[in-house]
């Protein structure tokens, strides 16, 4: 039986009213729905998100736990002028002007300036006992007046190199803050502390990166110092600067050597010390030291190996610095196998002891 009659208009009216309303009504609830749903939607999310926050924190008890890091961080390092008993008056080169740095400020600069930041903590902090005990030695045994303005020490490779903050700043950017902070913890985790034998500060030389070895003092400067023996220093191969080759003209070398080389030269006669760098070289009928051609031309080390192809010479070097003393890579890759700072510098510099700069160097420590 139909819902609606047929017959009276009137009725038939009603029946049009009704099914118009009708739909004006699904119409609406049509629209109704979706914002109810986006309503309910963004009411279900804000209760749900913090939930789904802490959730992944709540333990096997059902406790909850923060949901912040807890790791526990390191004390933010101060050092202070007081932790510094003598300071260092460094001439800086490009000013012609003295400054007096404290001893600690000091090492903290020459470890910026002398060592890569990302460099492993431990191996940082045997950097700063080099450089301590370095400027310590100095002191003790440096002739006075020899530099100019009453100044200690240059702020150069003759020394020590050594940049202020300014400098460093410009030269790390946005890395300065944590480039700084770790060499001053590795500075303060050392504070005082220098390296000596027989109760005497070491010569604590360093350099870049050994071709495997170092060498024995005597086979590279003049005297022979029981602490600076030649050690194995495997880790360097790893060394962005462990190989290298430079090429130069016949006529560069004999100008850089004051030599006239044979068109008919095609090998060289090479003597090499236990650590295969160079002990001596006969070219063009005189005998020179790896040192003095590295020098001379500018190579990165004295172990090189040479070729000679039509009028060109090639020197292919391993290693970078003079590989007396500790290696920096080697000591980074120390430090990468769990070494301390102690067991780095106690391998490079043979036979020595940790003491402070109070109780070895009582005078300079006192300012007298």
Known sequence: MNRWKKSPTKNKWKKHVTSKKFQQQVESSRWKAPSIIIVVSLFSLILLVPTLIVFPFIQEDGTETESVDTAPKKEEVAMEVSDSPFSVKVFRASEETTEDVPLEEYVTRVVASEMPADFELEALKAQALAARTYIVNYLMHAKKGSLPQGSDVTDTVQHQVYKDEDELRQQWGTDYNWKIDKISRAVYETMGEILTYN????????????????????????????????????????????????????????????????????????????????????????????????????????????????????????????????????????????????????????????????????TLASGE
């Open 199 to 362: 109760d005497q500060p070491i010569t604590p030389s360093f350099f870049s990166t050994s071709n495997g070895y170092t060498e024995d003092s005597e086979n590279y400067w003049t005297n022979e110092l029981p602490y600076l023996r030649s050690v194995a220093s495997p880790w360097d191969e790893d060394s962005p600067k462990f190989l290298d080759q430079k090429i130069f003209t016949v006529s560069e070398v004999e100008k850089a050597l004051e030599i006239q080389i044979s068109p008919d030269s095609e090998s060289f006669e090479i003597s090499r010390t236990e650590s295969n760098r160079v002990a001596e070289i006969n070219l063009a009928g005189q005998k020179f030291s790896g040192r003095e051609v590295r020098e001379a031309l500018g190579l990165n080390s004295s172990d090189f190996e040479i070729t000679k192809k039509n009028n060109h010479l090639v020197f292919t070097t391993k290693g970078y610095g003079h590989g007396v003393g500790m290696s920096q890579y080697g000591a980074n890759g120390m430090a990468q196998e769990g070494k301390n700072y102690k067991e780095i510098a106690m391998y490079f510099y043979q036979d020595t002891e940790i003491n402070q700069v109070k109780t070895t160097a009582p």
